[in-house]
C-alpha cells in the first residue's frame, strides 16, 4: 500500500502515535515541496491540538534536522552552543561565544533575527558594516577552527524543513505548539554537529512566556528532547522582568557587548546570566569538574582580553573591521537624535513592563512589525535604569536614540508608561533558575 500523507494527518487528528518513519517522510515532504502547504498546515494544527509523545518530538527533530546537511566536526575540543528564548537587551551571545572559545570551546552559534518584541543576534551584528552573517558552510567552518567561534544565521542548508514549516506555523495560528517549538529550535542546533547546548528560557514580563511553570515546562521539554537525540543538554531560567543589558537597540547593544568584553559591567544581571550559562557549559563540555572552577576560567579568559581578541578576530574574519573594539562608533551608526528621559517624580524604580520597551524600540525602527521590514540599527535605548535604582534630576530613566524628535517623543511617552517609581525598593526577583533546581 502506497504511503499517504493525508494518512499521517490523520493519524494524528486522531490523537495516536506516529511512527519514526512516518514522520521521516513527512518532513522530507515538507522539504522537497511534495507535500502541500495545505498538508503542511492540516499537520501542524494536528499537531497542536493532539500533541506528541517524546518519541515523536525526537523522531521530528531528528527527521528535521536531516533534511539538509548536517556538520561533523573533527576538532581539539568541544562544540557547544546556547539559545535563548529572547527578550530585551538580551546581548549574551555575542559575549558568550568568544568566551567559551577562550576557554578551550568551539561555537557554531545559529543564531536568530528579532521575533515580537525581542531583539535578534543577527540583527546586532548587521549593525557591523561588512560582517557577513550567513556565510556558507565552508567559510563557518573555516572560521570555527581558526577563531574558536562565529555567530551567524540559518543557511539554507541547514534544517530547510523547518524554514518551510515555521512560515506555515505563522500564518495559521500553530506559532504556539510546544512540539512543534522544540522541533524547530533543535533542528537547527543538532545540524550544527553540537556535543553540548545550552538553553536559555526566558520568564517575565518581557519574555514570550509570562508564567515561570510554562518556561520550565518547555525547557524540560528541550533537554528532554536533546538529549534522547544524543546531545548533553543543560537549561536555566533566567528573569526576564527588566531588561537585560542596559542598551536595547542594535548597535547599542554590540557597543555594550564589546564594553563588557573589555572589562566594564554596566549591567550585572547580564554579566551574571553569561557567567551561568558558561559555567554550565564547561561543565557538561567536561572542561571544568566544579563551577568555582569554571567560573576561575572564565574569569581569567575574561581579565586577559583572550575573550575580547576572540571577538574581535570572528569579526574580522567574517568581513567586519579588524579594529571595532578599539573604535566602535567609528564604525557603528548612531543616530541624529539623542533625547535624556527623566522621571516626573523622583524615587526608586519599582517595576519595569520590560515588553512595553521592546515595543517602543521597534516602534523606533529598531525592529520588525512584519518579516520584510528593514531595520535601524543605530535606534534604540540606552542607560537604563533598573529597578531598585534611584532616578531624579542627575539620574534619567533612559537615554533614546532616534531618527528625529517626533520619534524620540513618542519614545519618551512610551518609556514614561513603562516605569513606575515609588519611595521604597521593589522584592529581589531570581535571576536564575537551574532546571534540576525545579520540584
Known sequence: MDWLAQEVIRRKRDGRELSAEDIQRFVAGIADG???????????????????????????????????????????????DKHSTGGVGDLVSLVLAPLLAACGCFVPMISG?????????????????????????????????????????????LAPADKRLYAIRDVTATVESVDLIVASILSKKL???????????????GAFMDNPADAQALARAIVEVARGAGVETRALITDMSQPLARTAGNALEVEEAIALLKGEVRSPRLWDVTLALAEETLLAAGLADS?????????????????????????????????????????LPAAPVVMV?????????QTIDTRALGLAVIALGGGRRRP?????????????AFPGERVDARHPLAVIHAVDRAAAERAAQALLAAYRIEAQAPEQTTLITRLEDVA
Open 113 to 157: 533575527r528579532g521575533l515580537g518584541h525581542t531583539g535578534g543576534t543577527l540583527d546586532k551584528l548587521d549593525s557591523i558594516p561588512g560582517y557577513l552573517s550567513q556565510p556558507d558552510l565552508a567559510r563557518l567552518s573555516e572560521v570555527v577552527r581558526e577563531v574558536g567561534c562565529a555567530i551567524i544565521g540559518q543557511t539554507a542548508e
Open 191 to 205: 545540524a550544527a554537529g553540537l556535543d553540548v547546548l545550552l538553553i536559555d528560557v526566558k520568564a517575565g514580563n
Open 291 to 331: 563551577r568555582g572552577a569554571a567560573r576561575e576560567q572564565l574569569i581569567a579568559a575574561w581579565r586577559s582580553g583572550e575573550a575580547l581578541a576572540r571577538f574581535s578576530r570572528m569579526i574580522s574574519a567574517l568581513g567586519g573591521p579588524v579594529d571595532l573594539v578599539e573604535r566602535p562608533w567609528a564604525y
Open 34 to 80: 511534495s507535500i502541500s502547504e495545505g498538508q503542511v498546515a492540516a499537520f501542524a494544527m494536528a499537531v497542536l491540538l493532539r500533541g506528541m509523545t517524546v518519541d515523536e518530538r525526537v523522531a521530528l527533530a531528528l527527521a528535521m534536522r536531516d533534511s539538509g546537511r548536517v556538520l561533523f566536526w573533527d576538532l581539539p575540543g568541544p562544540v557547544v
Open 341 to 349: 528621559v527623566h522621571a516626573p517624580i523622583e524615587g526608586l524604580v
Open 372 to 384: 520584510e521590514d528593514c531595520i535601524d540599527p543605530a535606534v534604540g535605548l540606552a542607560a537604563l
